[in-house]
């Protein structure tokens, strides 16, 4: 076979350029850290790589919303938090007012402090989050939840929906609480009321009276009514039955004296044998806790109240605060387990990341060592090349013959 010179040259450059091309890829794959770029190079690996990037990427987004909803639960703990001390404020000024040695210009100092207070409750239930979204308006998040209406009373305009936000492939956690369920469904203090004017009924208890208000009110009836009779005898007594005749309690009787009955004191003013005298649970009733306040501060600015009719208010006061209290006392137990679960989701999360970017980088990028041995080993062999293309180009008869 015959060499010529094209030939020569034309194996001797597609040498040089063989070597420059693995020179170049190395220094490529060293400076970009990755094995391969297109999926041509490595279809499964780049399939693989494509795939674990995606996954890295919605766990990215993940933390995102994370971080968002520990941010936006952390505002409803403060403003909650904040609400619960105002109530625990206006109770202790409740308990103050509840005295008769207060005057009336103490009573309307009092009115003045809990008018206050009910406007920093009030601006809390109506608080935005960073989004500028209230907070308690379930899902009607652009609509203030709590509005004064031309009555003067309060009242909720949102729903009971509750927006969740995704944290994880599986996960999703509510980030807000309705209004509905934390201030305006709120227990007002269930009572008892005379039917016939022979009897009073006054709350002794209110513990008792509303554990037994609970087990024994009846909504399918049409009154919850409570009979009691009185005999003529040595003693006289008298015998308390419910709206089925059975028996609650019997006891001796005095004209005048009080029968407690289950957190009651009920005092009949008829004779032993007289007309049977009735009583009834009123039916319950739930409010906006900002009414309860308003209710409240009317009778201390009202300078006829009945002495025993202000007892009643003040008593009616401190338990919708103390039952709105609950309810703040409960969503704050929620948002705790919230943010506990957040937190246990954002740790699995950050570990679930870390080994796909583990498994990326196994696919994906290069062994630092072997791509640095064989840029070295390239840059040898094309100077090895360019040797002997040199020394190969210089062979002609001519330097034969010389």
Same mark, same amino acid.
Request: charged share 20%.
């Given at each position: 076979m015959r060499?010529t010179?094209?030939m020569i040259?034309?194996?001797?450059?597609?040498s040089?350029?063989s070597?420059?091309?693995?020179?170049?890829?190395?220094?490529?794959q060293l400076q970009?850290?990755?094995?391969f770029?297109?999926s041509?190079e490595?279809?499964?690996?780049?399939? !693989?790589?494509m795939?674990?990037?995606?996954?890295i990427d919605l766990f990215k +987004?993940?933390?995102?919303n994370g971080?968002?909803?520990?941010n936006s639960?952390?505002?409803?703990?403060?403003?909650?938090s904040?609400i619960?001390?105002a %109530?625990m404020?206006a !109770?202790?000024?409740i308990q103050?007012? &509840?005295? /008769?040695?207060?005057?009336?210009?103490?009573?309307?100092?009092?009115a003045?402090?809990?008018?206050?207070?009910?406007? !920093?409750?009030f601006?809390?239930m &109506?608080?935005k989050?960073?989004?500028?979204?209230y907070i308690?308006?379930? &899902?009607?998040s652009?609509?203030?939840?709590?509005?004064k209406?031309?009555n003067g009373?309060y009242?909720? !305009?949102?729903?009971?929906?509750q927006?969740d936000i995704q *944290?994880?492939?599986?996960?999703?956690i509510a980030a807000n609480d309705?209004g509905?369920?934390?201030?305006q469904?709120?227990?007002?203090?269930?009572?008892a009321?005379?039917?016939t004017?022979g009897i009073?009924?006054?709350?002794?208890d209110?513990?008792d009276?509303?554990?037994?208000?609970s087990?024994?009110?009846?909504?399918?009836?049409a009154?919850?009514?409570?009979?009691v009779?009185?005999?003529?005898?040595?003693? =006289?007594t008298?015998q308390?039955q419910?709206?089925?005749?059975? *028996? %609650? +309690?019997?006891g001796?009787?005095?004209?005048? =004296?009080?029968i407690?009955?289950?957190? %009651?004191?009920?005092?009949?003013?008829?004779?032993?044998g007289?007309a049977?005298q009735?009583?009834?649970l009123?039916?319950p009733k739930?409010?906006?806790i900002?009414?309860? %306040?308003?209710?409240f501060?009317?009778?201390l600015?009202?300078?006829a109240?009945l002495?025993?009719?202000? +007892?009643?208010?003040a008593a009616?006061?401190?338990v919708?605060?103390? =039952?709105?209290?609950?309810?703040?006392d409960?969503?704050l137990?929620?948002?705790?387990g919230?943010?506990? /679960?957040?937190?246990?989701v954002i740790n699995?999360?950050d570990?679930?990341?870390?080994l =796909?970017?583990?498994?990326?980088?196994?696919?994906s990028?290069?062994?630092?060592?072997e791509?640095?041995s064989?840029l070295?080993k390239?840059?040898?062999a094309?100077s090895?090349?360019?040797?002997?293309?040199?020394?190969i180009?210089r062979l002609?008869?001519?330097?034969?013959?010389?």
């Amino acid at each position: 076979m015959r060499i010529t010179t094209n030939m020569i040259y034309s194996r001797n450059l597609s040498s040089l350029s063989s070597a420059n091309e693995r020179i170049a890829k190395a220094s490529e794959q060293l400076q970009s850290g990755n094995r391969f770029k297109t999926s041509g190079e490595d279809p499964s690996g780049m399939s !693989q790589k494509m795939a674990l990037t995606k996954e890295i990427d919605l766990f990215k +987004q993940y933390s995102i919303n994370g971080s968002l909803l520990e941010n936006s639960l952390g505002h409803e703990e403060t403003i909650l938090s904040s609400i619960n001390t105002a %109530m625990m404020s206006a !109770q202790t000024l409740i308990q103050k007012a &509840n005295n /008769s040695a207060v005057s009336l210009d103490d009573r309307n100092a009092i009115a003045g402090e809990l008018e206050e207070l009910q406007q !920093q409750v009030f601006d809390l239930m &109506n608080s935005k989050n960073s989004q500028g979204e209230y907070i308690f308006g379930g &899902n009607q998040s652009k609509t203030q939840p709590f509005v004064k209406d031309a009555n003067g009373a309060y009242v909720f !305009q949102g729903d009971t929906g509750q927006r969740d936000i995704q *944290v994880s492939p599986t996960v999703s956690i509510a980030a807000n609480d309705s209004g509905q369920n934390l201030f305006q469904v709120v227990a007002t203090r269930r009572n008892a009321s005379a039917i016939t004017a022979g009897i009073k009924v006054d709350i002794a208890d209110q513990g008792d009276f509303d554990s037994f208000y609970s087990n024994n009110y009846n909504p399918a009836l049409a009154s919850n009514k409570y009979t009691v009779t009185t005999a003529v005898g040595t003693p =006289n007594t008298y015998q308390i039955q419910d709206a089925g005749g059975n *028996v %609650m +309690q019997t006891g001796d009787y005095t004209v005048g =004296n009080k029968i407690p009955f289950n957190g %009651m004191a009920l005092t009949l003013n008829v004779p032993a044998g007289g007309a049977a005298q009735e009583l009834a649970l009123d039916p319950p009733k739930n409010d906006n806790i900002l009414n309860g %306040m308003s209710d409240f501060i009317g009778a201390l600015r009202n300078p006829a109240i009945l002495p025993e009719d202000f +007892q009643s208010e003040a008593a009616d006061a401190q338990v919708h605060l103390t =039952n709105a209290r609950l309810n703040v006392d409960r969503g704050l137990g929620e948002l705790g387990g919230r943010m506990n /679960s957040l937190e246990q989701v954002i740790n699995s999360n950050d570990s679930l990341s870390t080994l =796909n970017t583990q498994a990326r980088g196994k696919v994906s990028d290069i062994d630092l060592y072997e791509v640095i041995s064989t840029l070295a080993k390239e840059d040898a062999a094309l100077s090895a090349s360019q040797l002997s293309f040199s020394k190969i180009s210089r062979l002609t008869l001519f330097d034969y013959i010389r």
